[in-house]
């Protein structure tokens, strides 16, 4: 499969790269990665995200290079989706990118679709940094500083620092040989997780705060409303990891983050609605991939995520998420 993808790519005139919107450090280590090394080889890129990329990681120089108009698609005759389940997840540009010639999916979400004329779909792969690098090294390319701090991002952010139950033997053999590439752990630890704004300190005091748990103790949730929002003055790159509380609460299985979207605005009947995005997390005994995928989202067993409909209320989201747990351990 890699080798037909790389096949492929040798006769490629120009290659659009994407991945899914609210990038993280995979999507944007893993794109990096990839257009940095076909450009090595000569082949002619274009790197698109809808979402614009998140402080923490612009030490990262080539995000500049990161286009995010949607009107580049149109004479690329190869597109390649990283990171993503479906080819939605890319946003509004799906549709117009379906109608390249020739796409190419590369992931490691077990709910992945298998869109595309070419997958390389891993669900063994601890991010789809890991899947990248194995396909830099069969393209034969040298791997500059920046392609190593690229997928020693990807790898450390999607394993949250080699701490979740994706982190597999190749994690660290390959940040190993990133490491001797060049890439600081520390500068790249502390780039990613060494500084909050002061908004994001004061969101957690309110996330912190909105945590319910349901009867049994096995279901935490946190809500983040834009009310809280608009009042810490942060936005969805603010959020990153604020679950995680809800998460490591003692004999907590299933943590659920409720999210109000700030800008994804949708009109219904007349009034403008956000949309609502969850996030769930497992210790690993539950599969939140299938509850997120019974919604219409996806990921993996123990990190997953939705969008709810547009005509889900805040309130309503919460009774259904509280009802699962009904439903999870049943009495
Ligand atoms: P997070 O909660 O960090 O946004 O996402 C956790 C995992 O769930 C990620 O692997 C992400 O790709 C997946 N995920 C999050 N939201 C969605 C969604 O709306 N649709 C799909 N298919 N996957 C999602
Ligand atoms: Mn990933």
Redesign the pocket.
């Known amino acids: 499969m890699m080798d037909q993808i790389v096949q492929h790519l040798k006769s490629s005139g120009h290659v659009f790269i994407a991945t ?1 919107v ?1 990038p ?1 450090g995979d999507a944007i280590g893993s794109l990096l990665a990839l257009g940095l090394a076909f450009e090595s080889r000569g082949i002619k890129v274009t790197m698109y995200n809808e979402s614009p990329i998140p402080a923490v990681y612009r030490f990262l120089s080539s995000v500049n290079r990161i286009v995010h108009d949607a009107a580049v698609v149109i004479d690329c005759d190869t597109a390649i989706i990283l ?4 080819i939605h ?1 890319i946003g509004r540009v799906a549709e117009k990118v379906s109608q390249i010639p020739f796409v190419i999916n590369i992931d490691h ?1 077990i ?1 992945n679709n298998g869109f595309g004329q070419l997958k390389y779909v891993d669900t063994s792969a601890c991010a789809t940094a890991e899947i990248i690098y194995r396909l830099i090294k069969l393209m034969d390319v040298t791997i500059t500083g920046e392609m190593a701090a690229s997928i020693y991002t990807g790898i450390m952010t999607d394993t949250s620092s080699f701490r979740f139950s994706n982190t597999n033997q190749a994690a660290f053999s390959i940040c190993e040989e990133m490491i001797a590439l060049g890439v600081k752990p520390n500068d790249i630890a502390k780039r990613v997780y060494g500084t909050y704004s002061l908004g994001r300190i004061k969101l957690l005091n309110l996330a912190l705060d909105s945590i319910e748990i349901s009867a049994n103790g096995k279901l935490s949730m946190m809500t983040l409303t834009r009310e809280m929002m608009d009042e810490t003055e942060t936005s969805s790159e603010d959020t ?1 990891g604020l ?1 995680n509380y809800a998460r490591n609460i003692e004999g907590v299985e299933v943590a659920v ?1 409720i999210q109000e979207n700030q800008n994804g605005y949708k009109k219904i009947r007349g009034s403008k609605r956000s949309t609502i ?1 969850v ?3 497992s210790d690993g005994a539950v599969d939140v ?1 299938r509850i ?1 995928a019974s919604f ?5 067993i123990s ?5 709810a409909n547009a005509d889900t209320t805040l309130l309503g989201i919460k009774k259904k998420i509280l009802g699962l747990a009904e439903q999870l351990w049943p009495r």
């Open positions: 899914h609210e993280d990171d993503c389940g479906n997840r979400h709910t990153d679950i983050l995005n996030s769930l997390r991939s997120a219409g989202g996806g990921g993996h990190a997953a995520g939705f969008t």
